[in-house]
C-alpha cells in the first residue's frame, strides 16, 4: 500500500465552480504537508504548504489538513481554465535534508469555460 | 527567479547505452534531487544529495548513479539502460532546510527502444 494516496481524477468543473482535491496518508510522522501545482509539459511547483493541522488561505486557494484522520484537502475557489493543471499532493516527516518528500500520484484537473 | 535547467527535453537511447542526465541550478540551494514520473505513480524518488560529493539513496535507486562535483550541478547517470527506465525524470533543488519547497525542472522525457 502506498503512503500516499491520491484519487488521479480527471476532476472536469465548470469555470467559476469550486474544486475540491483530497488525499490520505498512513504515516502518522508526517508533519508538513504540500501541494504542488503542474501544467502539461513543465515541472511542478510548489502551491502552498502546511505544517501540522489546520487550515491556510492564500487568495482563491484553501488547504486544509486533518492529522487525525490522517487526511488533506484542497479547495481551489472561483475556478479559472488556467488552473487547469495536474495537483500533486506531498508530505514530509521533517524540513532537514533527510525529510524526504512523498507524492500522491496527482489528480488531473480540467476547468472548462 | 529560480532557476533549474536539466540538459534534455527529450532523450531516446538504445538499451544498453550509458545515459548521462544533467542538471543545474542558480539559486546556490543545498539540496538537489532526482525524481522520476511514470502515470499513476506519481514521482518517485531516485536519489538526492545534500552537498557536494555527497549522495544518499531515495526509494528507487537501483539501476541508477549519481555524481555531485559542484554546488550547482547533480547529474543521473544510468549505466545500462534498459526499456524499464523509460520515463520522465525531474531535477529539483532545495535549501537545505526547506525541503518542502522544492524548485523543479522542465523535466527530460527519456525513451528507451
Known amino acids: 500500500q502506498k503512503e500516499v494516496e491520491q484519487d488521479p481524477g480527471p476532476l472536469s468543473v465548470p469555470e467559476g465552480a469550486i474544486v475540491s482535491l483530497n488525499c490520505t496518508y498512513s504515516n502518522s510522522a508526517f508533519q508538513y504537508f504540500m501541494w504542488y501545482r503542474q501544467y502539461s509539459r513543465k515541472g511542478p511547483e510548489l502551491l502552498m504548504y502546511?505544517?501540522?493541522?489546520g487550515n491556510k488561505e492564500d487568495g482563491r486557494f484553501t488547504a486544509q489538513v486533518d492529522k487525525s484522520s490522517k487526511y488533506i484537502s484542497l479547495f481551489i475557489r472561483d475556478s479559472q481554465p488556467s488552473d487547469s493543471a495536474t495537483y500533486l499532493c506531498a508530505m514530509s516527516a521533517g524540513t532537514d535534508s533527510w525529510g524526504k518528500l512523498q507524492f500522491g500520484a496527482g489528480t488531473q484537473v480540467v476547468v472548462t469555460p | 527567479d529560480v532557476k533549474v535547467t536539466q540538459s534534455s527535453r527529450y532523450l531516446v537511447k538504445r538499451t544498453g547505452e550509458k545515459v548521462f542526465l544533467e542538471c543545474v541550478q542558480d539559486m546556490d540551494h543545498e539540496n538537489m534531487f532526482w525524481y522520476r514520473q511514470d502515470p499513476g505513480l506519481g514521482l518517485r524518488l531516485i536519489y538526492f544529495s545534500y552537498d557536494v560529493k555527497m549522495k544518499e539513496k531515495g526509494d528507487i535507486p537501483e539501476g541508477y548513479s549519481v555524481s555531485r562535483e559542484k554546488k550547482e550541478r547533480f547529474s543521473l547517470i544510468l549505466e545500462s539502460a534498459s526499456t524499464n527506465q523509460t520515463s520522465m525524470y525531474l531535477c529539483?533543488?532545495?535549501?537545505?532546510?526547506?525541503?518542502?519547497?522544492?524548485?523543479f525542472g522542465p523535466g527530460t522525457r527519456l525513451t528507451v527502444t
Open positions: 502546511t505544517y501540522s493541522s
Open positions: 529539483a533543488s532545495s535549501l537545505r532546510d526547506r525541503v518542502y519547497e522544492q524548485y
